[in-house]
Nanobody
Framework: VQFVESGGGLVQAGGSLRLSCAASGRMFSSYAMGWFRQAPGKEREFVAA?????????VYADSVKGRFTISRDNAKNTVYLQMNSLKPEDTAVYYC???????????????WGQGTQVTVSS
């Protein structure tokens, strides 16, 4: 499975961005999909995850709950991360990943995208 991420960029605090992660290959719907982020000098951290079936089977980090929404379109082999009310501390490289469960642990994901930069200015 390979991914192409898009949608990152520079936005002012309070603004919104929508990240997309398009997957190649079959069996996309069999994977849980997660979004992680990594800021300079920090470890990669969990943001959100959605089960293969999508819908309301989602998990969020406390820091983004209520502001970010993860969703997927299995017909398009794509997972999304809608980010609203962005804060400077959301600045990081954002990665999508595929795994067996909606885990918060990076090492439990098998496939990773290349990352897309999100920068939030104050």
């Amino acid at each position: 499975v390979q991914f192409v991420e898009s949608g990152g960029g520079l936005v002012q605090a309070g603004g919104s961005l929508r990240l997309s992660c398009a997957a190649s290959g079959r069996m996309f719907s069999s994977y849980a999909m997660g979004w992680f982020r990594q800021a300079p000098g920090k470890e990669r951290e969990f943001v959100a995850a959605v089960a293969g079936s999508g819908g309301t089977n989602t998990v969020y980090a406390d820091s983004v709950k209520g502001r970010f929404t993860i969703s997927r379109d299995n017909a398009k082999n794509t997972v999304y991360l809608q980010m609203n009310s962005l804060k400077p501390e959301d600045t990081a490289v954002y990665y999508c990943a595929a795994g067996r469960t909606t885990s918060r642990i990076p090492r439990e994901y098998d496939y990773w995208g290349q990352g897309t930069q999100v920068t939030v200015s104050s």
